[in-house]
């Protein structure tokens, strides 16, 4: 991995290092990150304190197109005519083949290449008729700068329209730094460590009583004196009445009780 330092020349990292600064943007496309940081540069903001960060990384294959033997033949055929052109190129410079050479290696390329395509297809069996292009993107590009230096870079930044990206704004504090604690947990000891008042099983935040601090008992009552009465418990209604079954078979005993003697009547009037 190599960049290009402020002289021209390449400078070697000797090993991945973790990104350092803070966040003075965040972006959703690498094209809306390195617009900020071609701003910056316009604006003679030194960018060599700036670095692009992608969260997130994702592979995504494209697919182009249906793959088959003509598409196949076609494509080995112009990457073998330029490899053709160059053997050919060479022979009519050095060889003093002319024309002749120069044309002759392009065929020979272009037959060669479409040959191994079409056999390299072939062996695939079919497992893989398309053709794709694939690529790296993140689903956010944060743009940091040394510390020393945001505050600046915002300024620059703000002057460009939709200069820090997402809805928010830029995100403050150290890149990758831990949350601050929140204040009164855990006031004494370092951040993240056990707090040493507090018991197995209590929950967070819970400190035992303070002996002479905790709310006083109730003094006893004097002597002769009758202690309050319990207050009664109320009475539970008796709920031992019919069911709601035994009221609808009541019910229905008396309808057809009704209706049979609605008939012997109805009976008794036509006699």
């Not at 991945?16 to 071609?38: H, K, L, M, S």
């Not at 022979?91 to 050479?101: D, E």
């Not at 505050?151 to 939709?162: F, K, M, W």
């Not at 601090?213 to 006893?220: D, E, F, N, R, S």
């Amino acid at each position: 991995m190599s960049n290009l330092g402020p002289l021209g020349g390449q400078q070697r990292l000797s090993a991945p290092t973790p990104p350092q600064g803070e966040a003075i943007g965040r972006y959703g496309t690498y094209a809306e990150a390195q617009r900020a940081v071609d701003f910056l540069s316009d604006e003679h903001f030194p960018v060599q304190n700036v670095t692009i960060v992608g969260n997130n990384l994702q592979m995504v294959e494209r697919v182009t197109g249906r793959l088959t033997y003509g598409r196949a033949a076609f494509a080995g055929a112009a990457s073998g005519a330029w490899f053709g052109l160059l053997i050919g190129l060479m022979l009519s410079v050095f060889g003093n083949g002319g024309t002749a050479g120069l044309l002759t290696g392009l065929l020979i390329g272009a037959g060669f290449g479409m040959l191994f395509a079409v056999i390299s297809y072939a062996l695939t069996g079919g497992r893989r008729d398309f053709t794709s292009a694939s690529q790296i993107v993140a689903s956010e590009y944060v743009v940091l700068c040394l510390p020393q230096m945001s505050g600046q870079a915002r300024q620059v930044l703000s002057r460009l329209p939709n200069g820090f990206g997402r809805a928010g704004g830029p995100a403050q504090g150290a890149w990758g730094s831990p949350e601050p604690p929140a204040p009164g947990s855990h006031a004494a000891g370092a951040w993240g460590a056990p707090d040493p008042s507090a018991r197995p099983g209590a929950p967070q935040g819970w400190t035992p009583p303070q002996p002479g601090t905790g709310p006083a008992a109730p003094p006893p009552p004097p002597a002769g004196h009758d202690a309050p009465r319990r207050e009664e418990q109320p009475v539970e209604p008796d709920l031992s009445g019919p069911t709601y079954a035994e009221k609808v078979e009541e019910q229905r005993r008396a309808r057809r009780a009704a209706e049979e003697r609605a008939r012997q009547e109805r009976e008794g009037s036509g006699g």
